[in-house]
């Protein structure tokens, strides 16, 4: 077992990364301060991991609440079953909120745990790829709105996240590529040797390398928890770490929730990103290409779906959280391991990539 | 006009009281970041003083959102109307929300500011008595559950409270006397030589006596900060404030929403609150005697409606956010300014107090 500290003084927490930790109630027992827990997890999750988990918490009074599966349901309807819940079992502010499941459970249960009488404790137990490098650092919690991703939420943080990569083995193909787009991401955008390493070490990833998993997660986590650490409330670099985000979320809500995965957008909107770097002349042809390679080496979309126009992909796209005062800032790239966060670029160059990606034919995912 | 500020740190903010406020563009554009405001309001409030508040704003790009008027709107859905009418509006993080209105508007308010694109910032313009002495200070903001009040929302402070005395001009008797009963909870809990300033000038409270008003709404505020200064999260002092508000939640839940006003609900609570502290002999006749007369004088209910039986007070009170680990806590007296939160109390005295206030006739509101 590896455990990373993420800083962030006296909200500081630990992730434990290993084998079989879902089994080890030592890894959460410090984390819970009363006697009630409630497990938030979903349809999916739930037969496989749920009886498990709650043998680890055998020594605490464990509900559950199972939730349907996939993005189009996290939700403020979705949220407020677990509200319910939690009132119906009479839960008090000492209680702890588990997220047992992908991004999406995380998400709705860390908001539930941020709101519920005003925030009360929770814990993350990512099973996908996705959520355990993404997820788990950042505090990043919220439901989606019919007009946007992840439009309602807080910042909360966890008291513990406990990684088990076992949880893998169980995890779709789809699902693995999308979170490799994730990991990705921290290469591109502030790790350039871990970029190298990917390239090298792409192959053990796919074949879900036990020891090549953990050390891909463990990496991620540390890039991300140390842009988190500089920056927690998102007021400046920490915007970097939403490469590809701006492009892929206009993606998966003009294609509606579900429809895309998170992780593809991402990919997709990481190739939109460096190619309109390139057309800035930031970074040069060898870098694009490499990059684009890596993404399609993950098994993930170069380029966005064809029923997206450009007109649309702007109109989405001005609903940004990153839109200040009416300006779109873009993450874009400086080189490989260097991106900036800027409203400072020729808006052709957002113009021509989108007509240019549109064209493209290896889209689709 | 005069100034106090509430100190928290970096999110010290400072509370204007003064008569004509509301048309002074001063009180308001130095604590709005960006260009983009929304003012949120009800039906109520909108046509007496909505056009005003939007002349005072003519210097930002200003939109409106008019919520019914009522605690029984007070939940999800209305606040998924903010939400909704922001991100149709296009509203970016730089935005300020300013709430217009009394307790309900501020609270959901605050809640959508809280939690739309994770945090913007909001301003008050509480418009109720009840709003002016309690929500203006202490950053609790949220909505209703159908299984208990308040029971979903966040910590989030104001960038500056606006309270303009003449909107008590346009207050019903009903609501100005519902505000009273906070008013006289910061004498009960912590303000001794101010309870005896309200037995001597209640006459002048509801006779509407401006400079009266002020003093009351000032030093309420000031009372109310100094607690909340001690202890933000409330872990601990802060929960004094909510003297009366156990008994009265169980009141306001249980006869549903709207049907008693809050301060109603407060006002029986705390004489309540008090019967059960002169039972525990805490404090004596003479204490309990006045704290009543004082309510009365007020023309505030000194009971709870017969409705309520002792036993579903109980399984009303258990919801309660105080609550921890399954054992009830509750405000109660040591004296008149002396509030205590103890879970140390002889059950009995509860229950006979139940009993007790059963039987009562004054009841009603």
């Known amino acids: ?63 559950t609440v199972i939730l349907p599966d996939g993005e189009e349901y996290k939700n403020l309807e979705t949220l407020n079953r677990i509200y319910t819940a939690l ?5 008090d502010r000492r209680s702890t909120l588990v997220a047992l499941g992908g991004g999406v459970v995380g998400d709705i249960t860390g908001f539930a745990a941020a709101s519920y009488q005003r925030g009360v404790d929770f ?25 946007g991703k992840n439009m309602i939420g807080a910042f909360h943080q966890p008291r513990c996240v406990v990684i088990d990569t076992d949880t893998l083995n169980t995890l779709p193909d789809r699902e693995l590529h999308a979170g490799i787009a994730e990991v990705i991401k921290y290469g591109l955008i502030c790790d350039r040797p871990f970029f190298e390493w990917l390239e090298e070490h792409m192959e053990g990833l796919l074949a879900r390398e036990p020891g090549t998993l ?33 492009f892929g979320h206009a993606i998966e809500t003009g294609m509606g929730y579900g429809v895309w995965l998170h992780g593809e957008g991402v990919a997709a909107g990481m190739v939109m990103a460096a190619r309109m770097s390139r057309r800035l002349g930031w970074i040069d042809d060898g870098e694009l290409t490499r990059t684009e390679a890596l993404v399609r080496a993950a098994g993930l979309p170069c380029a966005p779906p064809p029923e997206l126009s450009p007109d649309r992909f702007m109109q989405l796209m001005s609903v940004d959280k990153k839109v200040l005062d009416g300006q779109l800032r873009l ?22 990539t989108l007509v240019e990606v549109g064209r493209m034919k290896d889209a689709g995912s």
């Not at 953990?214 to 970097?240: F, M, P």
């Open 1 to 63: 077992m590896q455990t990373l500290t993420v800083e962030l003084g006296e909200r500081s927490y630990p992730i434990h990364i290993g084998r079989g930790l879902l089994d080890d109630p030592q890894r959460f027992a410090p984390h819970i301060r009363g006697q009630r827990v409630m497990i938030v997890t979903n349809e999916t999750v739930a037969p496989l991991y749920l009886d498990r988990l709650k043998a680890t918490l055998s020594g605490f009074l464990v509900d």
């Open 87 to 91: 009132l119906e079992g009479r839960f």
């Open 123 to 147: 814990l993350q137990v990512p099973t996908t790829l996705l959520s355990q490098v993404d997820s788990s650092v950042g505090g990043k919690t919220g439901v989606n709105h019919p007009l």
């Open 214 to 246: 953990a050390y891909a997660i463990h990496r991620s986590c540390q890039d991300k928890a140390q842009v988190v650490a500089e920056d927690e409330r998102e007021s400046g670099r920490r915007a970097i770490l939403n490469l590809g985000h701006t």
């Open 331 to 352: 993450v874009l790239l400086r080189g490989i391991g260097e991106a900036v966060v800027t409203a400072e670029f020729d808006p052709r160059a957002l113009e021509e």
